[in-house]
Every structure is written in structure tokens, then in C-alpha cells.
């Protein structure tokens, strides 16, 4: 399995980006699939997820209403928009899947939102 972000960059507060997650060797209607963030000197935080196979989505409190995270109709894709960024909204942002039995990581993309 292995897991690939882009999409990541510098923007204004306010603003908007998208990130995408493409995936080999699985697909994101299995298992559990979501999107987590790492700012510097802080742990590893959910951000962003979907059930496999409901389609169902949740968020973190702290993006409540201005992310959403999507799949393409080939489910080969993961997408979070994220809209009325935020400068605490800077971090490495890391897709993820539970499946097979393991957690797999993707290497992450820098989301640096500035004042």
C-alpha cells in the first residue's frame, strides 16, 4: 500500500486549498481512511475521515465546517478542501489508511496558512 499527497502550500488566512491523496495497492472504499495534520512540537492530530464502505465522514472540532473530505468515483483518490484557513491550521498534513490490519502513512504535505 502506498499513499501520496499533494497539493499543499503557503496561503493567505482565509483562504482555500485542496489537498489529494492518491493511493496504490488499496482502495479508499476499504477500511478506514482519513487525514490527520503534525504542526511543530505538537503530536499527531485527526483531522479529517471516512468509513470504506459507508461513505460515512467525521471531523475534528477544529475544522468542523470548513473541511470536507471526498473520494473520487474511482475511490483511487482522497481529497480534503479546506476552506477559511486558519495560521493554527499550519502543519504537515498526512493521509492514512486502516486496512489489511495496518496503518499506512502517505510522507505528509506542508500546509502553511499565513496572518
Known amino acids: 500500500v502506498q499513499l501520496v499527497e499533494s497539493g499543499g502550500g503557503l496561503v493567505q488566512a482565509g483562504g482555500s486549498l485542496r489537498l489529494s491523496c492518491a493511493a496504490s495497492?488499496?482502495?479508499?472504499?476499504?477500511?478506514?481512511v482519513g487525514w490527520y495534520r503534525q504542526a511543530p512540537g505538537k503530536q499527531r492530530e485527526f483531522v479529517a475521515g471516512?468509513?470504506?464502505?459507508?461513505?460515512?465522514?467525521t471531523y475534528a472540532n477544529a475544522v468542523k465546517g470548513r473541511f470536507t473530505v471526498s473520494r473520487a468515483t474511482d475511490a483511487m483518490t482522497m481529497f480534503l478542501q479546506m476552506d477559511s484557513l486558519k495560521p493554527e491550521d499550519t502543519a504537515v498534513y498526512l493521509c492514512h489508511t486502516l486496512v489489511f490490519g495496518r496503518d499506512h502513512w502517505g510522507q505528509g504535505t506542508q500546509v502553511t496558512v499565513s496572518s
Open positions: 471516512v468509513t470504506g464502505v459507508t461513505g460515512a465522514t
Open positions: 495497492g488499496t482502495t479508499f472504499r476499504l477500511g478506514l
